[in-house]
């Protein structure tokens, strides 16, 4: 029953081919079992039995209630989930039990869901490489001895090595699509505000959002169903005739080694063997703006825990404590720039896909990198391991504009790397359309070899 996608999992339930309970039973052993890879920081093992056997009671009697009844889901620990601890990856919240869901869980767990626990992460979600001072570093499950990118790596950890079936992230400058590249599964930061943020330990009102990680562009397309009752699925196809495609000359470059660089450009020209259209596009974003959204990011992260600083400086992890003590560096004025190059920026990319359907560029530039390493050389020359990264995937969180990171290839070491497609505002149909007709066609060797990981 191993590494079963939601649909699969969903349709084995409904034909009684297969039950909650067994499922549920096994995830639990499996998670127990690999403990030492540090995907989870709390196990819903009581709970979720319970909400398994439910489940399996439902599907007996024909009375099955929603898309992801009886699937086991868990969800990154910065969300909050009633009754369950939510340490958003810090010792100072080891004990917050929030009373209430988030709303992202609370529709999830209304849909069926069995919430098998809280998934591993960088420490308030300020880093990329979910290395966890306090709860450990997160393995990646391709390589145990490199990192599955952050902050949300728990959550593509855990869909790799199959020890969930659906998960949820956070992404404030790449925290979903970061993962789902270093990982080789889907992760989609939809429009800004199509899923709700509220409910979530928060770093920057103006960059963070929820959104889901799946194994698959079908599984992503019924949990986009879910949170906004809109037709995904039915729209899926492999014809993509005519669609427009941006490919950047600069900027989404700039940190590109050589064998991702060969899977960047074998994915466009398989997108064009698909019937896109390449279109040569010079993108509106600079190194200047990615300083706009450190600038938001640190203000905005230094004031939600100005408190906590204060009062546990001792407790929080050494990079992190650098991060937000940084926010001293920054004046009002500062502030008040960046929110209006933010909508600046996001005005020129409105234009830009005006000419454009969809923009597709690396997820990021490299692999992932071993677990404690901070820098990353390319060409031979080193590079802050948290800017290179970041680079790619951040303008969109400045912007809002909906983007996913799907697989597009294996390099070195056995590591995965991602294709990000990006779009205009709510064009969140479209994306997945691309994404599916790429998935169909090119990525079936790739999820096979995913299917043999064993942590």
């Not at 209630?65 to 009633?82: C, E, Q, R, S």
Request: hydrophobic share 40%; glycine share 8%; aromatic share 8%.
């Amino acid at each position: 029953m191993q590494h079963l996608d939601l649909l699969t999992m969903r349709q084995l339930f409904l034909q009684k081919k297969l039950s909650p309970t067994e499922v549920v039973e096994d995830y639990l052993a499996r998670i127990e079992k690999n403990a030492s890879s540090n995907i989870y920081i709390t196990v819903n093992a009581e709970q979720a039995k319970r909400q398994a056997e439910i489940a399996t009671q439902r599907y007996f009697w024909q009375e099955s209630t929603g898309v992801l009844d009886g699937i086991p889901v868990a969800y990154k620990d910065n969300l909050f989930t009633k009754g369950i601890p939510s340490t958003a990856g810090s010792i100072i919240e080891k004990d917050h039990i929030p009373e209430e869901n988030a709303p992202a869980v609370e529709i999830m767990q209304q849909a069926g869901a069995v919430n098998l626990g809280k998934l591993n992460m960088h420490e308030y979600a300020f880093g990329i490489t979910s290395n966890n001072p306090f709860f450990g570093a997160v393995q990646n499950p391709w390589n145990k001895a490199y990192t599955p990118g952050g902050s949300s790596g728990g959550s593509g950890a855990a869909l790799a090595a199959d020890l969930a079936v659906v998960t949820l992230g956070t992404d404030t400058g790449g925290s979903i699509r970061i993962p789902a590249a270093a990982c080789g599964v889907i992760g989609f930061k939809t429009t800004k505000g199509h899923i709700s943020g509220e409910g979530a330990r928060p770093i920057s009102s103006s960059l963070d959002q929820v959104g889901p990680l799946t194994k698959t562009v079908s599984d992503m397309a019924l949990m986009l169903e879910l949170y906004d009752q809109q037709s995904y699925v039915a729209g899926l196809q492999r014809d993509l005739k005519g669609i427009r495609v941006g490919v950047p000359t600069s900027f989404f470059l700039d940190y590109l080694e050589p064998q991702t660089r060969a899977c960047y450009e074998q994915s466009l020209q398989q997108l064009q063997d698909l019937g896109a259209v390449l279109v040569d596009v010079d993108v509106p974003v600079t190194p200047h703006d990615i300083g706009t959204l450190f600038t938001l990011a640190i203000c905005e992260g230094a004031a939600v825990h100005a408190e906590r600083l204060k009062a546990y400086p001792e407790l929080f992890g050494a990079d992190v404590k650098q991060a937000l003590s940084a926010a001293s560096q920054f004046s009002p004025v500062d502030y008040i720039r960046a929110l209006e190059q933010q909508v600046a920026l996001t005005q020129k990319f409105n234009a830009l896909f005006l000419g454009v359907d969809l923009l597709a560029t690396p997820t990021v530039g490299f692999a992932t990198q071993k677990i404690g390493v901070d820098v990353v050389s390319l060409n031979g020359v080193e590079h802050d391991l948290f800017s290179a990264t970041t680079h790619t995937c951040a303008p969109f969180n400045l912007t809002g504009h909906p983007a996913i990171s799907i697989p597009c290839g294996i390099v070195e070491n056995n590591l995965p790397v991602g294709l990000q497609l990006v779009g205009a505002h709510h064009s969140e149909r479209l994306i997945l359309q691309m994404a599916y007709a790429y998935e169909q066609a090119y990525l079936g060797d790739l999820y096979q070899q995913r299917q043999q990981l064993a942590l």
